[in-house]
């Protein structure tokens, strides 16, 4: 198969996220990929362990000279997020991603590209195979299901990791060196329905929003972008009050980390009020456009006649849910009371899907200030319970500190100043990195994230800009050749 991204720099970094792109990865589907990291290690002599969990330990000895370095471990995730637009066909369990060169950008084809993990994990392996790289102890450590809930760094023992220094290769920033993140909780609401018969002399109708950029719901939710379900509840619930609508089914969003781009309900109408309703839907698409301006320039609001369903919700439950998903908060709470511009608390209405008597409504809350997010997560929890849904909140993680005295974090301030002449920025991050994890079942180790410049994660439109992964190979390079003595 021919390499469209062959002619990239850093090549051996390019080739092998272009045979990433070529081994189907969505979380949960690693199987191959981990396959494809063993044999590549393996190939060059490497001792390469899978633990219980399915993640990759890569040890490499020192070069000599170096045996009085501190241990360093790259650190990744092998999994990609599967998201794609409505009208591209792609199989996201047995198809390639198809990267695409769009001047200093890669991108892909209708599809998110995964370069969120994947420039991160394919630079950690072309370091590996680097043959005069000066470097101490050096470890890589690629874990699964990263973007499902952090499962690989959740289920990662204590004792297998040798080294004292931890380098995350996941943030998506060029020249900006990440310290702490967010840490992070899932609330889940059901609510049961009855299935009842659609009232006589209603018509049918598919209500849907799409056009939406959506994003990662913690790196983006600063940007002031629409959430398809607050959106399409939006014109349920005032159509329900005026119209007599009565809801069939319901479907937005598709993972729990990503701003949901898309959502679709049917619905029923009385003949009668047909007209009414097809105006109010084509008001409110225009109302919407106004209000987000330029930062949602292909938002559609649509309502197309459709036969009618076979049921419709029942009537308190529909209620139920439409009141609960309009007071359910959404997007930033709160700033970093000294960093204005980061958020600390946010939470996000990922999903909301009705099937065989259930209606699940997802939502993720992150917040670098562990008690904010329970209190948010407390706030969603009350708001879904006094509408009669059932509420479970599982998959919290703990944000991760900054460590101003880092050992790492002196080390590549001054690798950047010399190579590049100028100072990286420290910031924090409202993600959920696997650092806060790992820190956990490794409390001595000394952490930090860097990595090139990727736009819209978890999107279609995801991108990484190729000057920026020179830089950010050429970066992690120097750093290793310049890791800091052991005490």
């Not at 990239?8 to 070529?22: R, T, Y």
């Not at 329970?374 to 900054?402: H, R």
């Amino acid at each position: 198969m021919s390499k469209k991204l062959a002619h990239l720099e850093p090549k051996a970094l390019w080739n092998i996220f272009e045979d990433f792109c070529n081994i189907p990865h969505a979380s949960k589907q690693e199987a191959r990929i981990v396959e494809y990291v063993r044999k590549f290690a393996e190939n060059l002599g490497l001792e390469t362990i899978i633990d219980p969990a399915g993640n990759v330990i890569i040890r490499k000895h020192a070069t000599p000279g170096m045996e009085n370095r501190m241990g360093i471990i790259l650190q990744g995730h092998l999994d990609m997020v599967p998201q794609k637009n409505n009208d591209t066909v792609h199989d996201f369990d047995n198809d390639p991603i198809r990267p695409v060169v769009d001047g200093d950008w890669v991108k892909a084809s209708g599809t998110t590209l995964g370069a969120d993990n994947g420039i991160g994990a394919a630079a950690a392996l072309a370091a590996l195979a680097e043959k005069n790289l000066q470097h101490g102890p050096l470890e890589v450590l690629l874990t699964i299901e990263e973007e499902t809930g952090l499962t690989g760094a959740r289920k990662l023992q204590p004792g297998i990791l040798k080294g004292e220094l931890l380098i995350n290769l996941d943030s998506e920033d060029e020249g900006e060196l990440y310290i702490g993140c967010a840490g992070g909780i899932d609330t889940v609401a059901t609510f049961a329905y009855k299935e009842v018969a659609v009232p006589a002399g209603h018509v049918a109708y598919r209500v849907e929003v799409k056009g939406l950029k959506g994003g990662h719901s913690g790196l983006d939710i600063n940007l002031g972008r629409g959430n398809a379900n607050k959106i399409l509840n939006r014109a349920l619930w005032f159509a329900g009050r005026e119209y007599a609508m009565e809801l069939a089914s319901i479907s937005g969003g598709t993972l729990r980390n990503a701003i949901p781009r898309e959502s679709t309900a049917v619905v029923t109408v009385p003949r009668a009020n047909a007209g009414q309703f097809e105006s109010w839907i084509t008001s409110l698409e225009a109302i919407v456009r106004k209000e987000f301006g330029d930062i949602e320039p292909q938002f559609s609001l649509k309502a197309a006649k459709v036969e009618n369903p076979a049921f419709v919700i029942d009537r308190k439950t529909a209620a139920n849910l439409m009141n609960a998903i309009y007071a359910c908060p959404n997007g930033p709470m709160r700033m970093i009371g000294d960093m204005p511009e980061v958020v600390e608390t946010s939470t996000n209405l990922a999903i909301v899907k009705s099937e065989n008597g259930s209606i699940e409504v997802a939502s993720l809350q992150r917040s670098s200030v562990d008690s904010a997010k329970d209190d948010l997560a407390f706030m969603l929890q009350a708001v879904f319970e006094m509408a009669g849904a059932g509420v479970i909140q599982s998959g919290t993680y703990p944000g991760w500190k900054p460590n101003l005295a880092s050992p790492i974090l002196k080390v590549m301030k001054e690798v950047y100043r010399n190579k590049f002449g100028k100072t990286p920025e420290q910031k924090v991050i409202h993600a959920g990195l696997e650092c806060g994890i790992i820190s956990g079942t490794y409390p001595n180790l000394d952490l930090i994230s860097f990595g090139p410049t990727i736009k819209h994660p978890h999107s279609p439109d995801e991108k990484v800009n190729i000057p920026t992964v020179v830089l950010f190979y050429e970066f992690l390079i120097e750093t290793l050749k310049n890791a800091p003595l052991k005490a």
